[in-house]
């Protein structure tokens, strides 16, 4: 450790730390600044949920806020700062599970608390797992999984790779969840409306000597359930894993 921790980082990469941890009051100097930080990223979030994370701009935000672009530069650096402040402040709702209960029930409350905040707040499929934001709140939610994850005492690089093996998880079945009901609302085409558009197909180039597999699978009801009811299998896989790794060590 290094007795300067401000020299750590970029100028940039400190600026975004003190954003999420520490943002500055309202100047006391100049003309009276009409909106408060706080302000800004719930507009941005309202923005968001109305037309998607991928569409957010520093443009559109101004309008809503009936403001000049210029203005919302005084309050946050561009849209990839105000996206993680965004980011930091949804994953403030995830509760955290009874500590009482087993490890494994543990996880999986953290799980369907990440499911939860995904459905509630759709855009977050536009974020990146790789790159979460170091803020209060993203992080309080990352120490408690990896908190009950421990709990069944791997060493700690399994308690890393188990912890965010279930956050990927639930992410990537909630982002093949929102993405298909963003599609339904854009084109007006249902899932169901979708597949049978197209049900042609089946008729004409489909082969059950080319696709026996995908075939036997059909007729036995293989394809009846959706992503978003089926995750729930995934994380239990994925949990009986672990509890094999517990059993063989």
Do not use: C
Not at 60 to 75: E, I, K
Not at 166 to 186: I, K, L
Not at 190 to 213: H, I, K
């Amino acid at each position: 450790m290094t007795d300067e921790p401000d020299t750590w980082g970029t100028p940039a990469g400190r600026a975004m730390i003190e954003l999420l941890w520490n943002p500055p009051p309202p100047s006391a100097r100049g003309p009276r600044q009409r909106l408060t930080l706080d302000e800004v990223v719930g507009a941005a979030t309202e923005l968001a949920r109305r037309s998607g994370g991928a569409e957010l701009s520093m443009r559109g935000l101004a309008a809503q806020l009936g403001v000049g672009v210029m203005s919302l530069y005084t309050y946050v650096p561009g849209r990839d700062e105000l996206f993680e402040l965004m980011v930091d402040r949804a994953w403030a709702g995830r509760k955290l599970p009874d500590r009482s209960l087993g490890w494994r029930e543990q996880v999986e409350f953290h799980a369907h608390e990440a499911w939860r905040m995904y459905r509630d707040e759709p855009w977050l499929i536009h974020s990146n797992l790789w790159r979460t934001p170091l803020g209060p709140h993203v992080l309080d939610a990352q120490e408690d999984l990896y908190r009950a994850v421990g709990l069944t005492g791997l060493p700690a690089a399994r308690v890393v790779e188990i912890a965010g093996l279930v956050e990927s998880h639930v992410f990537g079945a909630a982002r093949a969840t929102v993405t298909d009901t963003g599609v339904a609302a854009r084109t007006g085409v249902a899932y169901d409306e979708y597949w049978e558009s197209r049900s042609s197909f089946w008729g004409t180039y489909f082969s059950q000597e080319r696709f026996p597999t995908m075939t036997r699978l059909w007729e036995a009801g293989g394809f009846d359930e959706r992503v978003d009811q089926s995750w729930e299998l995934g994380l239990a896989l994925i949990l009986d894993g672990v509890e094999r790794l517990l059993g063989d060590s």
